[in-house]
């Protein structure tokens, strides 16, 4: 829905520092902490790869979503 959309859309922003509408694996790495996720710097590196699909070094937003649906609830 589109409150879903909104929510996952300010977060995926809210990580991409550089604002280039992708997220690197060092953005990734930084940007759990904002959304309430703690992880292991080892661990959110797997992470970033199980999210990173196509191997492309950076994490889209149709990408996120998917992990961001799996991984936390956008009502949270």
Request: aromatic content about 14%; proline content about 1%; some cysteine.
């Given at each position: 829905?589109?409150?879903?959309?909104?929510?996952?859309?300010?977060?995926?922003?809210s990580?991409?520092?550089?604002?280039?509408?992708r997220?690197?694996?060092?953005?990734?790495?930084?940007?759990?902490?904002?959304?309430?996720?703690?992880?292991?710097?080892?661990?959110?590196?797997?992470?970033?790869?199980?999210?990173?699909?196509?191997?492309?070094?950076?994490?889209?937003?149709?990408?996120?979503?998917?992990?961001?649906?799996?991984?936390?609830?956008?009502?949270?």
């Open positions: 829905n589109l409150f879903y959309f909104n929510r996952a859309w300010h977060v995926f922003d990580m991409d520092a550089d604002a280039d509408h997220i690197d694996v060092a953005e990734f790495c930084a940007g759990l902490d904002k959304i309430g996720m703690r992880m292991e710097e080892d661990d959110a590196k797997a992470e970033f790869g199980k999210l990173d699909e196509n191997a492309g070094g950076v994490i889209l937003f149709d990408e996120f979503c998917v992990w961001l649906a799996d991984k936390r609830s956008p009502f949270g």
